[in-house]
T-cell receptor, first 113, second 112 residues
Framework: LAKTTQPISMDSYEGQEVNITCSHN???????ITWYQQFPSQGPRFIIQ???TKVTNEVASLFIPADRKSSTLSLPRVSLSDTAVYYC??????????????FGQGTTLQVKP | DAGVTQSPTHLIKTRGQQVTLRCSPI?????VSWYQQVLGQGPQFIFQ???????GRGNFPDRFSARQFPNYSSELNVNALLLGDSALYLC???????????FGQGTRLTVV
């Protein structure tokens, strides 16, 4: 499973767009990129997943450049309730995958009023 | 639909005791995984079960064991508890081997 590197913490203000970048230099051909959000004392929540280019859902956008060695989670117009830890995960969806999710330390996003 | 449910939500045990944590997956989900999350760190993979068989095991001692029942619910057992076992234990379910997993609220275990 590819190792990921992301900033330990970020600060933002309400209404701003937040971009969290994740580095995964040794990503494999079969690997997908997945982001989770976790609030204190709760389990992580799936946000978005992608393989290449751009993926958008009602919560966020995920930008993946052509070389796939990094990815950027974009949260539009954040609010105080977006204060959470955000995890970037990279892994294989193929038959060899056991469903094991490898979480790093994540990025703690603090949204200020 | 009910999400992943875990019980109990909190418990306190003393060193050397044994504990059993329970998890009910989302209806229709056949894969259940267990994670340990120590304060300030990301969740660490312990076990994954699919169709009642162990499909993955993390780097945890043999004091940790689990099983999955015919209704796809699961139990995590930890024997000979150590202070370092104090953590939030998370259960996640998914349709199969998927990176879109659904987590429960967790069980907060405190070992004193």
């Amino acid at each position: 499973l590819a190792k990921t590197t992301q900033p330990i913490s970020m600060d933002s203000y309400e209404g701003q767009e937040v971009n969290i970048t994740c580095s995964h230099n040794n990503i494999a051909t079969n690997d997908y990129i997945t982001w989770y959000q976790q609030f204190p004392s709760q389990g992580p929540r799936f946000i978005i997943q992608g393989y290449k280019t751009k993926v958008t859902n009602e919560v966020a956008s995920l930008f993946i450049p052509a070389d796939r060695k990094s990815s950027t989670l974009s949260l539009p117009r954040v609010s105080l309730s977006d204060t959470a830890v955000y995890y970037c995960l990279v892994g294989d969806h193929g038959s060899s995958n056991t469903g094991k999710l490898i979480f790093g330390q994540g990025t703690t996003l603090q949204v200020k009023p | 639909d009910a999400g992943v449910t875990q019980s109990p939500t909190h418990l306190i045990k003393t060193r050397g005791q044994q504990v059993t944590l329970r998890c009910s997956p989302i209806s229709g989900h056949k894969s259940v995984s267990w994670y340990q999350q120590v304060l300030g760190q990301g969740p660490q993979f312990i076990f994954q079960y699919y169709e009642k068989e162990e499909r993955g095991r993390g780097n945890f001692p043999d004091r940790f064991s689990a099983r999955q029942f015919p209704n796809y619910s699961s139990e995590l057992n930890v024997n000979a508890l150590l202070l370092g076992d104090s953590a939030l234990y998370l259960c996640a379910s998914s349709l199969r081997f998927s990176f879109e997993a659904f987590f429960g609220q967790g069980t907060r275990l405190t070992v004193v």
